[in-house]
């Protein structure tokens, strides 16, 4: 058995406990060497095998699983965040499905969580944004045309964008270009819940300026919207008037 485990955003105790369990059971894990916190290792058997992937192909991560299927050891695969953001998981399932080994699925705090805690605020609050766009800009691996940022910066919603702290000028222009006010709120959120976590507030405008004067090009996220303006806003679930399934409003 193969289980992927989401690490969560940084912070070591942010895996659920289910994954925790699982790394402590573990005979082999292998992580994301470039991203895990590697204090989550601490919990891991002593005679535990680790493997970093960063430094891995697919063909020999799934060498090291099939070994290790083979030897009935339980193996860890440990992505960061959530697995099923960006997690380059869907080629090692199927690489299983093939080899007929079964897995399992631990999901994550993914980082875009870890950021909005970040922020101490709500992605989504009443009559601001009722959706959030989570997407990347475009580098050496493609976007579909129909998913560019600037096609999605027409629905002015919040925006969380991964992978593209060193494309800022690139993501500013396309969310201008598309639709956003060029004063729309934006934050940047570098190392969301680790020690060396940092935020920094701007505009879509000075997304590029802001990014390049603090030296971050990666592990961090761009989110963008009208929701950072923490201008007050009401909930109908929390209002005295308002009857659900749970409560009966009083009309006042
Ligand atoms: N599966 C992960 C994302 C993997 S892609 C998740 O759910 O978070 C890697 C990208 O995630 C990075 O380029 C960065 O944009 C973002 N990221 C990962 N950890 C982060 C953190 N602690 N703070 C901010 N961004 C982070």
Known sequence: MIDFVGAGPGAPDLITVRGMNLIKEADVIIYAGSLVNKEILNWSKKDCKIYDSSKMTLEETIAVMEKSEMEKLKTVRLHTGDPSIYGAVLEQMNA????????RYCPGVSSMFG???????????AEVSQSVIITRAEGRTPVPQKESIRSFAAHNATMVIFLSAGLAEKVSQDLIDGGYDENTPAAIVYKATWPDEKIIYTT????AESAKINGITK?????VGDFLKRKPARSKLYDP?????????VEK
């Open 96 to 103: 299983l499905d093939e080899l007929g080994i079964e897995y």
């Open 115 to 125: 950021a909005a805690a970040a922020l101490k605020t709500e992605f989504t609050p």
């Open 204 to 207: 879509v405008k000075n997304l």
């Open 219 to 223: 592990t961090a996220l761009i989110i």
């Open 241 to 249: 008037a308002f009857t659900h399934g749970f409560r009966r409003g």
